[in-house]
C-alpha cells in the first residue's frame, strides 16, 4: 500500500517569497511518479509537477521545483516567487506503475497556502 | 476537447434520494476514475475504468454506489438512497493510459460535483 504523508495543514508565505511545502511518501514499490496538484477554492484540480522515482534530476516547471530526494522519501514542492493566486490547497500524490494499481493516485492531505501581500 | 467536464456541479438532495452524477473524460483518454474528497481531506479512490471495463472498485465504494462506462466514452457514478455521510466533492479524472507500467501520466480532473444531502 502507499501512503502519503504533508505534515503542514497550512503554511503562510510574503509575496514574492519563496515557500517549501512538505512531503514524504512510503512505498514498497521500486517504479512510482510523484505529483503535485493546486486545487483553488472553485475545485478543481490543477496538475502543477511530475517526478518519476527513477529521474535524476529534480523536476522543474516555471516557478515550481520539486526537491526529490528519494533515500528520505520526500518530495518537497518548492515555490518561487509567491503570488497571491498561488493562495490554495496543495496536494501531493502517488502513482505506482504496473500491478493492479491502474494508475490511480493516492493523495495527502494537503497543505493551505496563503500568500500575504 | 477542454477537459474533463463534470455535471452537475452542484447537487443538494434529501437523505433517501437517489443522484447520478456524469462525467465526460477527455476523449482520447482510454482510463477514467473517480474519486472523492470530504472538507479538509485529500481525494479518496473510488473506481477504475478502462475504456468500458470496471477494472477496480475501493471498499469505500459500499453497495448504494454504482458506476458505469457505457461504450468507454462518457461515466455515470450513482449514488442510491443517499445519506449525509455522503456529503462531498465527486472528482472525475482520466489519463491516456499508455500501458500498465506508466507512472508518469498526469491524471487530468474535472471540476468535480459538490453533493450535499441534508
Known amino acids: 500500500a502507499q501512503k502519503i504523508t504533508q505534515t503542514q495543514p497550512g503554511m503562510f508565505v510574503q509575496e514574492k517569497e519563496a515557500v517549501t511545502l512538505d512531503c514524504t511518501y512510503d512505498?514498497?514499490?521500486?517504479?512510482?511518479?510523484l505529483f503535485w496538484y493546486k486545487q483553488p477554492s472553485s475545485g478543481e484540480m490543477i496538475f502543477l509537477i511530475y517526478?518519476?522515482?527513477?529521474?535524476?534530476q529534480n523536476a522543474t516547471e516555471g516557478r515550481y521545483s520539486l526537491n526529490f530526494q528519494k533515500a528520505r522519501k520526500s518530495a518537497n514542492l518548492v515555490i518561487s516567487a509567491s503570488q497571491l493566486g498561488d493562495s490554495a490547497m496543495y496536494f501531493c500524490?502517488?502513482?505506482?506503475?504496473?500491478?493492479?494499481?491502474?494508475?490511480?493516485?493516492?493523495f495527502g492531505q494537503g497543505t493551505i497556502l496563503t500568500v500575504h501581500p | 476537447d477542454t477537459g474533463v467536464s463534470q455535471d452537475p456541479r452542484h447537487k443538494i438532495t434529501k437523505r433517501g434520494q437517489n443522484v447520478t452524477f456524469r462525467c465526460d473524460p477527455i476523449?482520447?483518454?482510454?482510463?477514467l476514475y473517480w474519486y472523492r474528497q470530504t472538507l479538509g481531506q485529500g481525494p479518496e479512490f473510488l473506481t477504475y475504468?478502462?475504456?468500458?471495463?470496471?477494472?477496480?472498485k475501493s471498499r469505500l465504494l459500499s453497495d448504494r454506489f454504482s458506476a458505469e462506462r457505457p461504450k468507454g466514452s462518457f461515466s455515470t457514478l450513482e449514488i442510491q438512497r443517499t445519506e449525509q455521510g455522503d456529503s462531498a466533492m465527486y472528482l472525475c479524472?482520466?489519463?491516456?493510459?499508455?500501458?500498465?507500467?506508466?507512472?508518469?501520466?498526469?491524471?487530468?480532473f474535472g471540476q468535480g460535483t459538490r453533493l450535499t444531502v441534508v
Open positions: 479524472a482520466s489519463s491516456p493510459g499508455r500501458g500498465r507500467r506508466d507512472s508518469n501520466t498526469e491524471a487530468f
Open positions: 512505498t514498497s514499490d521500486q517504479s512510482y511518479g
Open positions: 517526478q518519476g522515482s527513477y529521474d535524476e
Open positions: 500524490a502517488m502513482r505506482v506503475a504496473g500491478g493492479t494499481s491502474y494508475g490511480k493516485l493516492t
Open positions: 476523449s482520447e483518454h482510454n482510463r
Open positions: 475504468f478502462q475504456n468500458e471495463a470496471q477494472l477496480e
